[in-house]
């Protein structure tokens, strides 16, 4: 990402795989925030014909396909979270389409006039783009209760879901680098009203037309 901008506040969501980084979204949406995913915008570039989609099947071949073209994400997912070098390349491939469609809604969004954008962003760290928000929220979990929630989410055995968690910069390191942490093995309700403070704290500490 670029350097930090002087138009807009953005704020990073980020933390541990199946930790609930889309339940604190979602909350954000409904007290009217404006958040962006690059997961979703990953989910679009891949579509049949989209640049990650040209470029996975350009690299690993039509065996990462299924059967009405669209991507094999299962098996994607098995090849880089089992090879280091792999996972390297798809985040070389990968980072700079996100990143350039990310670019182009903020832009827009800023244009519609937000102030304020959250940027939920499951390798912010890991990507460096850590160092283009002005503040990073974690959401944390308990090892456990993640464990469980992502072999459910993937439909994955044990030992599959804890290659996945072991792939990504380890939730210990992201606290500490984190302005606010977000405890999201409470109930929804608790977390609801957490995450919907820490909006209005920073509402009120951000002065109209100083971002």
Known sequence: MKSLRKD??????????????????ARLRELGAAVLDTDAIAHELAEPGGALWHAYVTHFGEEIL???????RQAIGAKIFADAKERAWINAT???LIQAELEKQIATAVKQGSQIIFLEVPLLFEAGWDRSVHAIWVVDIDEKTQLERLMKRDEIHRTAAEKKI??????????KRADLIIDNSKDRKSVGIEI????????????????
């Open 196 to 211: 919907e403070k820490a909006y209005n704290s920073v509402l009120n500490s951000i002065c109209i037309g100083s971002v």
């Open 166 to 175: 072991q792939a990504q910069l380890s939730i210990k390191e992201k606290r």
């Open 8 to 25: 807009v506040y953005l704020i990073g969501i980020t933390g541990g795989i199946a930790g609930g980084k889309s339940t604190v979204s």
């Open 66 to 72: 299924k059967s009405d073209k669209t991507l094999d």
């Open 94 to 96: 990968a980072h700079p």
